[in-house]
C-alpha cells in the first residue's frame, strides 16, 4: 500500500486521514482465484469517499480524478478536501446540486477538463468554463489513457437557480476503465435498471460505487440486486448518511448481498488503495 500523500490534496492534513486497505487486496484474490483478470499488474487504483456521492480517485497512472463536485456545503466532505488543488478531470453524472454545485468553482481552480453531459457541459460554458469535454451516453472518451464511458441512469438531472428550474439534460452513470485494465462501475443516482446486465456483459466491472440510501435513488436491496447482475467483486456503497431521509446503511447492503461480494465500506475522507 502506498503513502496516503498520493492520494490526497498538498494541502491536507495527513492526521484527518484513515486509509482502508481494500483494492489492491481484492485484486490480487480476484486473479488468484482465476476472476477477471484483463489487467496483469497489481492495481494502484485510491479510492476516497468524499461523502454523499462525490469521489477523488488517484489512477494506477497517477491521474487525480474527481467525480461529483459537491464540496463546500456537502455537510460530510472533510475540510481538507473542500478545495481540491490539482485534479487531470472533473466527471458530472448529472445536474442536481448535491453533485454539481462546486462544478464550476473547482474546474476554475484547477484548469481540469470537465466530462459530463453536452448540456451540463454547456452550463457551464455559460459560468466562463472553457475546458469542456461533453458527451452522451454510449461514447467513450481517453482521458489521459483513462477510457470513461457515459453509461444510463435512472434518475432526473436539474438545478435551481435565483428561484428557476433548469434542465441540464438526463442523469448518467460512467464505465471508468483505467490504465492497468481494471474497469469501475460508477452508478451515480439511480434506481434499479435491467440493462446493468448488458453493462455486466460489455464493460465487466470488477468494482462498483453504488447508492443505497433509498427515497432519492435505490435503496439497500436493489442496490444488491444490481451488484449481482453486474457481477462486480467489490461495491462501495454511496449516497447515504447525509441526511435523516436517506435510510439505507451498508449492513443493510450486506444482507442482500450474494456470498463472494465485498463491502468496501468507507468513511468520509477514509483512501482505500
Same mark, same amino acid.
Given at each position: 500500500?502506498?503513502?496516503?500523500?498520493?492520494?490526497?490534496?498538498?494541502?491536507?492534513?495527513?492526521?484527518?486521514? %484513515? /486509509? %482502508?486497505?481494500?483494492?489492491?487486496?481484492?485484486?490480487?484474490?480476484?486473479?488468484?482465484?482465476?476472476?477477471?483478470?484483463?489487467?496483469?499488474?497489481?492495481? /494502484?487504483? /485510491?479510492?476516497?469517499?468524499?461523502?454523499?456521492?462525490?469521489?477523488?480517485?488517484?489512477?494506477?497512472? &497517477?491521474?487525480?480524478?474527481?467525480?461529483?463536485?459537491?464540496?463546500?456545503?456537502?455537510?460530510?466532505?472533510?475540510?481538507?478536501?473542500?478545495?481540491?488543488?490539482?485534479?487531470?478531470?472533473?466527471?458530472?453524472?448529472?445536474?442536481?446540486?448535491?453533485?454539481?454545485?462546486?462544478?464550476?468553482?473547482?474546474?476554475?481552480?484547477?484548469?481540469? #477538463?470537465?466530462?459530463?453531459?453536452?448540456?451540463?457541459?454547456?452550463?457551464?460554458?455559460?459560468?466562463?468554463?472553457?475546458?469542456?469535454?461533453?458527451?452522451?451516453?454510449?461514447?467513450?472518451?481517453?482521458?489521459?489513457?483513462?477510457?470513461?464511458?457515459?453509461?444510463?441512469?435512472?434518475?432526473?438531472?436539474?438545478?435551481?437557480?435565483?428561484?428557476?428550474?433548469?434542465?441540464?439534460?438526463?442523469?448518467?452513470?460512467?464505465?471508468?476503465?483505467?490504465?492497468?485494465?481494471?474497469?469501475?462501475?460508477?452508478?451515480?443516482?439511480?434506481?434499479?435498471?435491467?440493462?446493468?446486465?448488458?453493462?455486466?456483459?460489455?464493460?465487466? #466491472? %470488477?468494482?462498483?460505487?453504488?447508492?443505497? &440510501?433509498?427515497?432519492?435513488?435505490? &435503496?439497500?436491496?436493489?442496490?444488491?440486486?444490481?451488484?449481482?447482475?453486474?457481477?462486480?467483486?467489490?461495491?462501495?456503497?454511496?449516497?447515504?448518511?447525509?441526511?435523516?431521509?436517506?435510510?439505507?446503511?451498508?449492513?443493510?447492503?450486506?444482507?442482500?448481498?450474494?456470498?463472494?461480494?465485498?463491502?468496501?465500506?468507507?468513511?468520509? &475522507?477514509?483512501?482505500?488503495?
Amino acid at each position: 500500500m502506498t503513502g496516503l500523500s498520493d492520494g490526497m490534496p498538498d494541502e491536507v492534513d495527513h492526521s484527518m486521514c %484513515v /486509509a %482502508v486497505v481494500g483494492v489492491g487486496e481484492l485484486l490480487d484474490r480476484t486473479i488468484l482465484a482465476g476472476g477477471r483478470s484483463d489487467y496483469v499488474t497489481h492495481s /494502484a487504483l /485510491a479510492i476516497t469517499w468524499l461523502g454523499h456521492g462525490s469521489f477523488h480517485f488517484r489512477t494506477p497512472g &497517477g491521474q487525480k480524478l474527481l467525480i461529483d463536485p459537491w464540496l463546500e456545503t456537502n455537510p460530510k466532505c472533510p475540510p481538507a478536501w473542500k478545495k481540491p488543488t490539482a485534479l487531470d478531470g472533473i466527471l458530472i453524472t448529472h445536474g442536481h446540486a448535491d453533485h454539481a454545485t462546486d462544478a464550476a468553482a473547482v474546474a476554475k481552480a484547477t484548469g481540469a #477538463p470537465v466530462i459530463a453531459s453536452f448540456e451540463i457541459c454547456t452550463w457551464l460554458g455559460h459560468k466562463g468554463i472553457k475546458n469542456v469535454r461533453p458527451m452522451n451516453k454510449g461514447g467513450t472518451q481517453s482521458l489521459g489513457g483513462v477510457l470513461v464511458t457515459m453509461v444510463d441512469a435512472r434518475h432526473s438531472s436539474s438545478i435551481e437557480e435565483d428561484g428557476t428550474i433548469i434542465p441540464l439534460g438526463e442523469a448518467a452513470g460512467f464505465v471508468i476503465k483505467f490504465e492497468d485494465g481494471l474497469t469501475l462501475y460508477f452508478a451515480g443516482d439511480t434506481a434499479l435498471f435491467g440493462d446493468m446486465r448488458l453493462i455486466a456483459e460489455i464493460y465487466h #466491472p %470488477v468494482i462498483a460505487c453504488v447508492p443505497i &440510501g433509498d427515497l432519492f435513488t435505490m &435503496g439497500p436491496q436493489d442496490a444488491a440486486k444490481a451488484c449481482e447482475w453486474l457481477g462486480v467483486k467489490q461495491v462501495v456503497p454511496m449516497h447515504y448518511g447525509t441526511f435523516p431521509a436517506l435510510t439505507g446503511t451498508p449492513d443493510m447492503l450486506r444482507k442482500h448481498l450474494p456470498p463472494g461480494i465485498e463491502v468496501l465500506e468507507l468513511q468520509p &475522507g477514509e483512501t482505500s488503495e
